[in-house]
């Protein structure tokens, strides 16, 4: 079964807010998303509201059709606009003020106590709670601990390591599998603990095909690389791109789990 894909529209908004325009719409964004074959929407309502505002939420709240994943800081402001405004899923997310884009996961071995009393409230409002954190057995023990649903797995590192033409280099392409491992491994521990496993953060059409071969990944979180893309090809194909390169990832777990059955059974 291949994995959902939410698509993250932060950019769209990011380029409105340039002009503090009323254009381009989110909402028409999103919209364009899921007739492209999109399973969902993610947004970052962050604290500096720097692209995505507090109206885009209801708005997107009262319009999509398919599910709603909204990114927040785990504060007690953020937590209240999710309690009134009810989206499918929230994920919990670090935040600094002066980042450009997340720059890891959140430490919730740090903050246990406050982000198990939110994913409290978020599931007793019945939003299913998600928890952006880096690849690491401290975290996702931590995690389960909160009383979440899912943890999405952070892949800047992998991502960096991929990027330019250093993985046809030895040091590279080893930097490259020691992430993916570190990736299968977290992926591996979390569903041992009846976590879904998300993952999301700098993977693009060229990199996402070995992170969809890991079995246990359910859905991708991605934004940046497919709204880059659309400028030049269009919304509804940069989706189908995406969707395309998931599903060959898929298609090798597939095969791999195939032959895994057949050898256990010769």
Do not use: W
Not at 57 to 65: F, S
Not at 226 to 254: C, D, P, Q, S, Y
Request: hydrophobic share 45%; net charge negative; glycine share 6%.
């Amino acid at each position: 079964m291949t994995a959902r894909l939410n698509i993250n529209i932060d950019h769209v908004a990011t380029v409105r807010q340039a002009r503090r325009a009323s254009e381009p719409s989110v909402v028409a964004a999103a919209l364009a998303c899921e007739q492209a074959g999109a399973d969902g929407i993610t947004v970052h309502l962050r604290g500096d509201r720097r692209h995505i505002q507090d109206g885009d939420i209801h708005l997107l709240r009262e319009t999509l059709v398919t599910y709603l994943n909204v990114e927040m800081a785990a504060t007690d402001e953020m937590s209240q606009i999710a309690l009134d405004t009810l989206p499918d899923a929230v994920t919990l997310v670090p935040e600094n003020p002066n980042e450009i884009t997340t720059e890891g996961g959140l430490n919730v071995s740090a903050s246990l106590e406050v982000v198990r009393s939110i994913v409290g409230r978020l599931r007793e409002a019945e939003i299913f709670a998600s928890i952006f954190i880096d690849p690491e057995a401290a975290q996702i023990e931590a995690a389960r601990a909160t009383g979440a649903q899912q943890v999405e797995l952070c892949t800047a590192n992998y991502a960096e390591a991929t990027l330019g033409a250093r993985h046809t280099r030895a040091d590279g392409r080893e930097r490259i599998d020691a992430e993916l491992h570190r990736l299968r491994e977290a992926a591996t521990l979390a569903a041992q603990y009846g976590l879904r496993v998300a993952v999301g953060h700098g993977l693009t059409y060229r990199n996402v095909g070995a992170i969809a071969a890991i079995e246990e990944v359910e859905e991708f979180n991605i934004g940046h690389n497919i709204v880059a893309r659309a400028l030049f090809a269009g919304l509804h194909e940069a989706v189908r791109e995406m969707r395309g390169a998931i599903r060959e990832g898929t298609n090798v777990k597939t095969k791999n789990s195939f032959l895994d059955n057949r050898a256990a059974l010769s």
